[in-house]
């Protein structure tokens, strides 16, 4: 079937607006609100016996991957490590006898994914793949595909696939939690509840769109933008600086706040919007400390927030947007809508064609 843009003016948009729909058709396959308990699929392997669990992707997909090693070592406290398909397929990483490697890939295709699940593979690893193409060769290639029910995307720049993907991974990592003891009944409650109340989040995040669009303008006429964050939402700097950098055609960097000190303060200007992706969470106290850093030598530091934040930080703000306050464990879910929105609307403003960036494809097949 054709698919439309509805009443969107782009198939970004339209699709931005879909992350509580395909966060939720996810949750739907990945857990049961009502025992407040994830659903995983049969997997051919104990996650007590595993030694280590590798994530690989490209673009942002890898970003997902990035989140679940924070959330698979701190939940379930096993090694992880998560790398780019187009390093890893070439590292000849060695790979434990009993590891599990996970693909993440919106289409399924990726060239430079597809060949790191070819290594692992060849490495003897137990081959998961999550993606929102159910048919595609990586599905073909894996012994579980955990489809994400994102539904088609059509824009270049993926954004309801990585909400999806991330509601994927975070059921697994709850379900390997569990099974190598390593969380309670009670807070792998509290986390489903926490993940089942993501959508509703989400909606509040886009009804508050006029206030992102509104910041958007306020960043778009820069010539560099840095993000920052901390721990779990590190990656969601990455996201917000790919997307503005791929849409808006604005240099934009992603960077772990505290490695700030090491290099990046030397470009904070007047003229250097800092987006920093600050949730309250356990880190919140070292992110306050690197916003007040920015605002001390006279950058621009825009604060992603609850009103926690917001009111401890927002005086020292250039801008600041408002979310909604949430368990810290699906904060980086959240927090991705906010930086796509920034993106989008920065684009829109410098008139790119936002659908159809320059010289960028949907999905690379060839190296
Ligand atoms: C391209 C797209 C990105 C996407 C990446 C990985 O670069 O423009 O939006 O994140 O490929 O694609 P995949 O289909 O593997 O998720």
Request: glycine share 6%; with cysteine.
């Amino acid at each position: 079937a054709l698919i439309g843009k509805g009443n969107h003016r782009h198939f970004m948009l339209k699709e931005m607006h879909e992350h509580p729909e395909a966060v939720s058709n996810t949750l739907r396959s990945y857990l049961d609100p009502t025992t407040r308990a994830v659903t995983p699929p049969d997997l051919p392997f104990d996650w007590k016996d595993v030694p280590r669990l590798t994530i690989t992707a490209c673009g942002t997909a890898f970003y997902a991957a990035l989140i679940a090693k924070y959330w698979f070592e701190q939940l379930a406290r096993l090694p992880v490590e998560a790398d780019i398909g187009s390093e890893f397929r070439y590292r000849e990483a060695p790979m434990p006898a009993g590891g599990v490697c996970i693909a993440v890939s919106q289409s399924g295709e990726t060239a430079d994914t597809l060949a790191a699940l070819r290594y692992a593979k060849t490495q003897g690893q137990t081959i998961l793949s999550v993606v929102n193409v159910p048919e595609s060769a990586m599905a073909r290639e894996s012994s579980v595909v955990m489809p994400t029910l994102a539904g088609p995307e059509i824009a270049v720049a993926s954004t309801k696939a990585l909400t999806a993907q991330l509601v994927v991974l975070a059921t697994l990592a709850i379900a390997a939690a569990r099974a190598r003891g390593t969380l309670s009944r009670e807070r792998e409650a509290e986390l489903v509840a926490a993940l089942v109340e993501v959508p509703s989040r989400i909606a509040e995040v886009l009804n508050n769109d006029d206030a992102i669009a509104a910041v958007a303008h306020r960043i778009a006429d820069a010539r560099d933008v840095l993000y920052l964050g901390r721990g779990v939402c590190y990656p969601i700097a990455l996201e917000g600086a790919l997307k503005l950098k791929e849409l808006s055609y604005i240099h934009a960097e992603g960077y772990p706040a505290g490695e700030m000190k090491h290099g990046p303060i030397a470009l904070i200007t007047e003229e250097v919007p800092v987006v920093v992706v600050a949730p309250t969470d356990s880190l919140a106290d070292k992110i306050a400390s690197n916003l007040e850093q920015v605002h001390a030598r006279g950058g621009k530091p825009v604060l992603l927030s609850d009103a926690a934040g917001v009111a401890r930080l927002g005086a020292k703000a250039f801008a600041a947007l408002t979310m909604p306050a949430v368990d810290p464990f699906v904060a980086p879910i959240l927090y991705a809508v906010p930086v796509q929105l920034l993106a989008y609307h920065a684009a829109v403003a410098k008139g790119t064609d936002v659908d159809q960036p320059r010289n960028l494809a949907k999905s690379v097949v060839v190296e």
